[in-house]
């Protein structure tokens, strides 16, 4: 998958109000505006990071995410979800013990998770 926009981490455990993932998810790529108007139509991809003491924004998140097609969201979360969004790839729970870290070095703004041992 090709991502010509961008990739762009948005860390979530220091976020207690589960009302403004969204409004942190839009910060992170520079804007003041919603997170629906900012994305648009535009192709890219959100990692966001730290979910699970944030569930009660995941309606909302999904709504955004049904009306923003070319963005794919990749959530780490400790909890499951329980969401299905239409026409979407479904999530599937990581069951390895093994670690991943996030290296801000990537070439050209790219996301690169790299596996500890």
Request: net charge positive; with cysteine; hydrophobic share 45%.
């Amino acid at each position: 998958m090709t991502i010509p926009t961008g990739s762009w981490w948005v860390p979530l455990a220091s976020l207690a109000d589960p009302a403004l993932v969204e409004a942190a998810a839009a910060q992170a790529l520079g804007s003041k505006d919603t997170l629906a108007a900012t994305v648009g139509d535009k192709r890219l991809m959100l990692v966001l990071d730290n979910f699970e003491h944030l569930l009660d924004a995941v309606a909302g998140l999904a709504q955004t995410v049904g009306a923003c097609p070319r963005m794919t969201v990749l959530v780490t979360s400790r909890e499951p979800l329980h969401v299905t969004v239409s026409g979407r790839s479904q999530s599937t729970r990581c069951t390895s013990a093994k670690r991943w870290s996030y290296s801000s070095s990537a070439p050209h703004g790219a996301l690169r998770l790299r596996r500890q041992r």
